[in-house]
């Protein structure tokens, strides 16, 4: 069974940092598209960042862009967040997900479609 973890959110201070982490089971994620996204209370879910299926092409949010990094570990089969320079707007529940029914490609997209399958979710917290 195909399935998604998210794991490392937390409360943090502005200007601090957490890495967030996307384990996958019943599948391969170097095989598709993974990406990141975040809902606040209140606001629809939106993209923060994705990596493509071949050749680990990255995409970010002009939000994020220059202050998270996301990143893949094929071995343990786990995705990143990285997120450095945290502000009060990036709080949020964060949610990882995977394009499992899309071909290999060298781009992804930072809409919901094609995204399959969810994690459950973590929140993230940016409070002084």
């Known amino acids: 069974q195909l399935q998604l973890v998210e794991s490392g959110g937390g409360l943090v201070q502005p200007g601090g940092s957490l890495r967030l982490s996307c384990a996958a089971s019943g599948f391969t994620l170097d095989y598709h598209a993974i990406g990141w996204f975040r809902q606040a209370p209140g606001k629809s879910r939106e993209g923060v960042s994705c990596i493509s299926s071949s050749y680990g092409n990255t995409y970010y949010a002009d939000s994020v862009k220059g202050r998270f990094t996301i990143s893949r570990d094929n071995a343990k089969n786990t995705v990143y967040l990285q997120m450095n320079s945290l502000e009060p707007e990036d709080t949020a529940v964060y949610y990882c997900?995977?394009?499992?029914?899309?071909?290999?490609?060298?781009?992804?997209?930072?809409?919901?479609?094609?995204?399959?399958?969810w994690g459950q979710g973590t929140q993230v917290t940016v409070s002084s």
């Open positions: 997900a995977a394009a499992a029914k899309s071909p290999l490609s060298t781009v992804c997209v930072l809409s919901r479609i094609p995204y399959d399958h």
